[in-house]
């Protein structure tokens, strides 16, 4: 079940990545959301009652729905359509980030796939290097800035599936915190990229490019 | 007790300064948080204090609390004169304000945690509140400078996260903790490999908060964008809360027996840190530019003395405190040199002394204070910092940071003098400032030459070396 996951998972963020529409992209962290959901359903049983309902709050309602659909407003609001020019073709995007799952999987096969390693499940942990991994390419290679914060939250969801990779749990008040900054940052940078739409007329970095010495 | 107090004065001051009608009020509660700060500072200093697994005083952290609260003092003095005269209307500046209060309170509490965990919560904070007063003035320029400074931030504190993740993987067993006093006790445990991955992550994290090469692309930019007031706060105090995680990081390190790891790694950064400041301060055209570079030289001397472990440390704090004053006076200096000349351009100041005296005064003595020119403090912590790299063996390094710090003195110097001397060009102003704008430079420079002459005196600099 869970390499299922992890299939639906990883397909999301491939699609994400070699896609040009950017409500596609938008739906395919929704769909990771709902998959991390799932994730930590699946894992009831080792969770405490109170971290189990806060992992489900976070995952259901902030990633799966309340980022996709600031996200879409964003997006709406401004008009933004298409990621035009990317400054990598997206058949390369395609291969480069299929690229990237495969060895990220295959890694952490390689080092935690014996017994060894019992605290930490090898296919979480590749996957989520995968997706940090993904984020930050998208980010480098993308010229909206809306990408860029798109590329931001699939690093984020690659950090939260870091975190359930392995055993163990922070504080309470840390997860609330930062689930709390997450989000406000989120919000901030969503914010930024009306503000920057309404000043510069264009939502792409190469506006952003004045201040240099 | 006290540190109870401390953490939650800020909020309720913050709440205060929203609802305030006026820019005057506005300003005088942030003046009344300073005061409060500072006593309660004073409190938790002498007194130590703990909120059990959260919040704790120890001997590094009470002097970067001392660091903040002083020079925060400083600002919200000079603040009430920019505030007053600004040209946006109460509401704005009561944001401002308000946005203002929860930043240092951020601060504060990134200072006092004893818990990784949480201090990436409140460092996270103060990025957040921290963009806000980048944006203040509205323009484009400031558009552009907080959306680098956010998302470069949010990257590199996203990273440090990762870095804490490792961490706790790092650790054997079922319990797993992030209280550093807890990690320190059982430090000979940990898993080496992903210690050292934790590491690096949360050294890159961390050091793009604190404006450490090659992860500080957001700083120049942010800190001549943002208004003088604020300047003065992201490079006096932001860098040290940043800079103060890199010490527990290390500190961890240290006591699981893998200094050198750590010190190669920090020690790289740090040289790289001063390189690039000096590779820039001599082209860069804007003099809170110039400022900005000189802020990631002095994280750089800084980085580098943190790896040289526990001995170095008394040094570390010194050059900490001394940077930060010093830093604050250059840049509220320089933010009386924005409002009479209107350009942030070095080539559109000339005659600073001549048109106003007092700024042009106070501008030369913080370059003097800046450069670590005895009597300046730095010069003895400088001092310190590179003879125990000597005494190590670490003669290229050492030798490699004189040479950049001479080429960085000297930029700074042709510029600063420039500035100073000549006669003053048509666009300056004939306005008559404030002593508002004056003091707090006055009271930050004299306080270190006094401390220079002490250290100078009671021959505390020999006992380092």
């Known amino acids: 079940m869970t390499s299922f996951l992890a299939v639906i998972f990883g397909l999301a963020m491939i699609y994400a990545s070699s896609s040009g529409r950017i409500e596609a992209y938008i739906r395919a962290l929704a769909v990771q959301g709902i998959v991390l959901f799932a994730a930590v359903l699946l894992d009831l049983g080792r969770l405490t009652p109170l971290s189990a309902l806060f992992l489900c709050v976070e995952t259901l309602v902030f990633k799966a729905i309340l980022i996709p659909w600031f996200l879409i407003y964003t997006v709406r609001r401004n008009g933004i359509m298409r990621e035009d020019e990317p400054y990598i073709s997206n058949f390369y995007s395609l291969v480069i980030t299929t690229i990237i799952f495969v060895a990220s999987l295959g890694v952490s096969f390689a080092a935690f796939g014996s017994e060894a390693h019992g605290i930490i499940r090898p296919v979480y942990f590749g996957v989520s290097i995968a997706a940090m991994l993904t984020g930050l390419f998208m980010i480098i290679t993308r010229k909206k800035i809306i990408t860029h914060v798109m590329g931001y939250v699939m690093m984020e969801n690659g950090i939260f599936l870091l975190a359930f990779s392995f055993a163990g749990e922070m504080p309470f008040a840390v997860n609330i915190g930062v689930l709390m900054d997450l989000f406000i940052a989120i919000f901030l940078l969503g914010l930024f990229v009306s503000r920057i739409n309404e000043t510069f007329d264009e939502v792409e970095v190469e506006a952003l490019a004045d201040l240099k010495d | 007790m ?119 919560v409140f460092i996270e904070a103060t990025t957040l509140a921290g963009a806000f007063l980048i944006y ?35 650790q054997p067993g079922e319990e797993k903790t992030l209280m550093i006093s807890a990690i320190h006790a059982h430090a000979g445990e940990l898993d080496k490999l992903w210690l050292k991955i934790a590491f690096v992550l949360m050294i890159v994290g961390f050091g793009t908060k604190a404006g450490l090469a090659p992860v500080h692309a957001w700083l120049p930019d942010a800190h001549s964008e943002a208004p003088s007031p604020v300047s003065a706060m992201l490079s006096a105090t932001l860098l040290n809360s940043a800079m103060l995680a890199i010490i527990r990081v290390y500190g961890i390190m240290e006591h699981a027996g893998m200094e050198k790891f750590a010190s190669q790694f920090l020690m790289l950064m740090g040289i790289l840190s001063v390189f690039v400041a000096a590779v820039y301060i001599m082209r860069v055209g804007n003099y809170k530019r110039l400022l900005a570079y000189s802020s990631i030289e002095n994280m750089g001397i800084i980085a580098a003395g943190v790896s040289l472990g526990q001995a170095a440390m008394p040094a570390v704090l010194l050059q900490a405190g001394g940077h930060s004053l010093a830093k604050a006076a250059f840049f509220l200096t320089s933010g009386n040199i924005l409002r009479r000349y209107g350009v942030k351009e070095i080539s559109g100041v000339t005659g600073i002394l001549k048109k106003d005296p ?28 590179l003879g125990r790299m000597f005494a190590s063996g670490m003669w290229v390094q050492a030798a490699i940071i004189m040479i950049l710090l001479t080429v960085i003195i000297y930029g700074m110097a042709s510029v600063v003098f420039k500035m100073a001397f000549g006669e003053p060009g048509a666009n300056a102003v004939d306005e008559r400032f404030s002593m508002m704008r004056y003091i707090p430079q006055a ?23």
Not at chain 2, 29 to 54: E, K, P, Q, R
Request: glycine share 8%; with cysteine; net charge positive.
């Open chain 2, 2 to 120: 006290y540190l109870i107090i401390l953490l939650c004065a800020g909020p309720l001051f913050a709440l205060a300064a929203l609802f305030s009608r006026s820019a005057k009020a506005a300003a005088l509660t942030a003046g009344a948080y300073a005061a409060a700060h500072a006593l309660l500072c004073a409190l938790v200093y002498f007194n130590g204090g703990v909120v059990s697994g959260y919040f704790e005083a120890d001997a590094v952290n009470r002097v970067f609390l001392l660091i903040l609260s002083a020079v925060f003092a400083g600002v919200s003095v000079y603040n009430y004169d920019f505030s007053v005269k600004s040209k946006f209307d109460s509401h704005k500046l009561a944001n401002y304000t308000a946005v203002l209060l929860l930043f240092v309170s951020a601060m504060t509490a990134v200072l006092l945690s004893s818990n990784l965990g949480l201090m990436w």
């Open chain 2, 136 to 170: 203040f003035n509205g323009t484009k320029h400031a558009l552009e400078a907080v959306w680098k400074y956010i998302f470069i931030c949010s990257i590199g504190i996203a990273f440090a996260f990762a870095g804490i993740i490792f961490l706790s993987a790092s």
């Open chain 2, 358 to 385: 007092v700024t042009g005064r106070l501008w030369i003595m913080a370059f003097v204070m800046i450069s670590a020119m005895p009597p300046s403090p730095l010069f003895f912590s400088e001092l310190a910092i």
């Open chain 2, 443 to 465: 009271v930050f420079l004299t306080a270190l030459v006094f401390g220079g002459f002490l250290l100078l005196a009671g021959g505390l600099w020999k006992v380092k070396i």
